[in-house]
């Protein structure tokens, strides 16, 4: 059985050898019994030193020139190998125990893919309330954080993959969609909540509270054209790092 975890970066020079160098670590215990790992890395038009760095920490590098994480994730699953696919964000560290998880998932003929909880790195409690909520909204509808998505690449394929009109929360729109296709064969789509996946405050430190709320305030006003629209998802798109 053979596993590609696919990594979009932009400008990620800062992180992306932590990331995979976690992702290594996570996996080896599989790897031992089994499990064939490809690391892909795809560039998604960075201007730093993210792409060589990745290369040599051995990552298959693919670029994607259009800046949209859902292109970004469809090119390295364009060119993936594997059984399985695993989207795992540059700025997120997956630990042994939770890819111990998906280990098992992808033995179960039951399961279809999921995702995982989140734990946000060092925020204020403020924040922390902001993912306790988010998490348990996870697990309730089970809608996998962008962060850790993982799936059958057959079921990717199947259903088109990650929709091009989304430049944010294209995972809760391909979550809805592979749990449709799943329901629809008798299988499961799952949310892993018993170790979670470490990630970055990034977003809370590069952005302030009043811009934070300015975008959720847009995107309470105008979910539809917020989703659809870099300009104003720009907390996604404006290259802060």
Known sequence: MKLSVIVPAFNEEKLITSCLVSIRAATAACEREGLEVEIIVVDNASSDDTARLAARRGARVVREPVRQIARAR???????????????????WPSRALMREVFACMHDARIVGGGSTVRVRDVPLALTLVGVSWNALSRLCRWAAGSFIFCRAT?????????VEFFAAEEIDFSRRLKRWARSRGQRFVILHRHPLLTSERRATLYSQRELFVSFWRMLRHPRRFFRDPRLCHPWYDGRR
Do not use: E, P
């Open 74 to 92: 469809n090119a390295g699953a364009a060119v993936a190998r594997g059984d399985w696919l695993l989207f795992v964000d540059a700025d997120s």
């Open 155 to 163: 079921a990717f394929n199947a259903i088109g993959g990650f929709d």
